[in-house]
């Protein structure tokens, strides 16, 4: 089945204490991202990837970093957590056809939250 | 302002109607335009995908676009209890060299039985 797949699903991590939240798919895609979601602010892209070793920053990178090492592997890392990192984070990969918009296969998403 | 504004409901319907839903935005760079439906604790799932205006259907749903006024619709026919979700309206614009998508902050559907 492709999918896309998100370690862990929910994660409550205290103040400065590093972590990192997986994501792998099967597809064979090019394009990995991550994103954030918010209650009234919707889905905002944190970092993008487009291929191994590519990776560069969304509309909110502050407070995190990625690496993209394999193809199918694209974790995200939090050096240093803090409370207004707490939301509802999601993986999602896309096919590199060069047709800008194509659809995202979307991870079932992690709940983080920061004390 | 946002670049995608969608009202987020909810939006309560009974069985069996035809519900609408809308997104407005203000790019007019925007060429692709997208639906997606999330279930709860689900990550999203692409539904409907149009490039530029006009309409296009895919059994109950239909998609339209009308980028004179910056506006595009989502219809559903003999809307079903298994529709409810949150609906997230999506777009992008060519050349953005990230493949960005844009995203309203989604509207909740509960369809009544």
Known sequence: EAQVTQNPRYLITVTGKK????????????????YRQDPGLGLRQIYYSMNVEVTDKGDVPEGYKVSRKEKR???LILESPSPNQTSLYFCASSAGTGIFGDGYTFGSGTRLTVV | ??????????LSVPEGAIVSLNCTYSNSAFQYFM???QYSRKGPELLMYTY?????EDGRFT????????????????????DSATYLCAMSA??????ALTFGSGTRLQVQP
């Open chain 2, 63 to 82: 998609a339209q676009v009308d980028k004179s006024s910056k506006y595009i619709s989502l219809f559903i026919r003999d809307s079903q209890p298994s």
């Open chain 2, 94 to 99: 060519r050349g953005t060299g990230r493949r």
């Open chain 1, 73 to 75: 592997n694209f974790p």
């Open chain 2, 35 to 37: 639906w997606y439906r």
């Open chain 1, 19 to 34: 972590l990192t939240v997986t994501c792998s798919q099967n597809m064979n895609h090019e394009y990995m991202s991550w």
């Open chain 2, 1 to 10: 302002q946002k670049e995608v504004e969608q009202d987020p409901g909810p």
């Open chain 2, 52 to 56: 530029s205006s006009g309409n296009k």
